[in-house]
């Protein structure tokens, strides 16, 4: 069973007396309203997204953009439209839940390493830039594409 699953499966998380608490400080005893959410938000174009993302920075690196990415505009997690809805919706439909939460902030540390390996090819670093594309900006991509396949397959009709 997934991250997510597990925490959308609050009878076996919870028990009978707690459950996970909302924003409001009301509790809610029963999974979120997933056919809401899934329309909401294609997780599958999420991830195609995100995965898209590496050939865009090894085509930046390599010279064969035409893109003009800047640091300060790719490190901001509330543009791209997987941000926009995990800041917004997401967040008033699953905030109150920690694997949220996790999610978020594996999302903006993804934004940071992809915003440092252009950083770092815009100062003239391209070994430093190619190593960071290869490590932590992979590491932070996974993490992401994980968490996003975890997620559909908690909001998953059961």
Not at 107 to 113: I, M
């Amino acid at each position: 069973m997934g991250f997510f699953s597990r925490t959308f499966d609050s009878d076996m998380l919870y028990g009978d007396s707690i459950s996970p608490t909302r924003d409001d400080g009301q509790n809610s005893e029963s999974r979120p309203d997933t056919t809401a959410i899934l329309a909401e938000i294609d997780i599958d174009t999420a991830i195609a997204a995100h995965e898209n993302w590496k050939l865009r920075l090894q085509n930046y690196l390599n010279g064969k953009s035409t893109e003009d990415l800047r640091p300060e505009l790719v490190c901001l997690d509330d543009r791209c439209d997987l941000g926009k809805w995990l800041h917004g919706t997401g967040k008033m439909r699953l905030g109150s839940y920690p694997a949220f939460s996790v999610l978020v902030a594996r999302h903006k540390y993804f934004h940071v390493q992809a915003s440092s390996v252009v950083a770092l090819a815009q100062a003239g670093e391209r070994d430093k830039a190619d190593l960071a594309l290869a490590t932590s900006y992979r590491h932070a991509s996974n993490q992401v594409v994980l968490l996003l396949k975890e997620l559909k397959l908690g909001l998953a009709p059961r």
